[in-house]
């Protein structure tokens, strides 16, 4: 299940979800099953902030709807994700690094998967009416988004692999590598533009991961030799440089003074500045979740706001936040943002490269939460939902073998 999460979220319809509840009910049998007896009190005393992040959510939302006395289950689903993680996670914490390792190869299969797909794709012109890279059921942000984040963790995994000969070793490296650039490919195609944003990021991580650059004028003539790279990748094809021209008059409308809600960026705009005016009306609670539209659709009655940017999100993850939420939910957004990446901070320079690439992937994973989520809403998405907390729950529990390891031990496997 570990290893088919990753690799089927851009393949199968709903197979990361699949992997996702077998690994819950495998994980509350073994709650009340006597051999096993799952350790909640680890949760409280080695885990505080992680906990209260998965949980925050799920305790806000129905007070929430309790005290503006409405009730819309299917704003709980993709939410919900996080909480039903927590078995998960003291389920894992019992299983060896062996068998939480394959984690790894799933993004790798995952990315070839979804680069096959681009190929095809591209071959017989099966892209959205926006020439853009998706699927049936997944849109292209959240589809280039996700390649991109398995394709460097693709990469990032391969301080987990060891290997019985030289032979296997380049093998298994060169198929991480090529799961990495399928992963690029279909993120490329996707037309993605905020979620490259987080190349950098992943880069720096990797460079940090693997000892690559360690002094400063290092890192800056690295990251000018990316920029570069990426400049000359975009320019290169039509496609980027359709992506650019669009940018560029989006940028030029605006300064200009036109905010043109058919533009991309003009309807975010528009949907952020509609976002900070009720939450200036609903400070505390927000409208609702689940109601932003309907409060959308009334500023456009008013002349307000364009019809044309009327929609069930407000294209940010944080000024869906403020709308729809609040300050409260301000507060649990950002309970989820940095709760578990304390502990990947924590443990980052851990002796055991096991758990050092556990935490540098757990970096990866909440630093790319949080920038996809500037130009999008990242946890409105189940199959993302799903995906992001299915990863905080392996990661954590590889750091978690070494952190109840006594010091000076090594660490042979299960903690028991």
């Known amino acids: 299940m570990v290893l088919l999460a990753p690799a089927s979220t851009l393949i199968v319809r709903g197979g990361t979800g699949y992997c996702f509840f077998v690994l819950l009910a495998i994980a509350l049998f073994a709650r009340f099953s006597k051999p096993f007896r799952l350790k909640a009190s680890l949760l409280v005393t080695a885990y505080p902030w992680y906990t209260v992040a998965m949980l925050g959510f799920m305790v806000y939302l129905p007070f929430q709807q309790a005290l503006e006395g409405y009730f819309l289950p299917r704003e709980f689903d993709g939410l919900s994700r996080f909480a039903l993680a927590l078995p998960i996670f003291l389920l894992l914490v019992n299983v060896p690094i062996k068998y939480l390792k394959p984690l790894g190869w799933g993004c790798a299969i995952g990315t070839i998967g979804a680069g096959a797909w681009a190929v095809d794709s591209a071959i017989h012109m099966t892209v959205t009416e926006l020439n853009r890279l998706g699927n049936d059921f997944t849109n292209p942000i959240p589809y280039g988004n996700t390649a991109l984040l398995l394709g460097f963790l693709s990469v990032m995994t391969i301080r987990w692999d060891n290997y019985s000969s030289a032979l296997l070793r380049r093998l298994g490296i060169g198929l991480k590598v090529f799961g990495f650039i399928a992963g690029l490919y279909a993120s490329y195609l996707s037309g993605t533009r905020g979620g490259w944003l987080a190349i950098p ?216």
């Open 201 to 416: 990021l992943f880069l720096m991580l990797c460079s940090l991961n693997f000892g690559w650059v360690r002094l400063c004028r290092h890192w800056i003539a690295a990251l000018g030799v990316v920029v570069l790279a990426m400049a000359a990748l975009l320019l290169a094809s039509p496609n980027g440089r359709d992506r650019l021209r669009q940018t560029q008059s989006d940028i030029v409308r605006l300064a200009h003074g036109s905010a043109a809600p058919e533009s991309s960026i003009g309807a975010r705009l528009q949907l952020w500045r509609a976002s900070i005016h009720l939450f200036e009306e609903h400070p505390l609670l927000g409208v609702g979740k689940g109601h932003l539209k309907s409060q959308l659709q009334t500023l456009a009655d008013a002349s307000e706001i364009s019809p044309l940017v009327v929609n069930q999100r407000a294209h940010s993850e944080f000024f869906s936040t403020i709308a729809e939420l609040g300050a409260a939910g301000v507060v649990c957004l950002a309970l989820v943002y940095f709760g578990p990446l304390v502990y990947f901070l924590r443990y980052r320079k851990s002796p055991n490269r096991d758990v050092s690439t556990a935490a540098y992937c757990g970096i990866a994973v909440s630093g790319s939460v949080i920038i996809f989520g500037l130009s999008i809403d990242v946890l409105t998405v189940v199959m993302s939902t799903a995906l992001i907390a299915l990863f905080w729950a392996v990661l954590l529990a590889v750091i978690t073998h070494d952190a109840r390891v006594p010091k000076g031990k090594p660490n042979h496997g299960s903690i028991g």
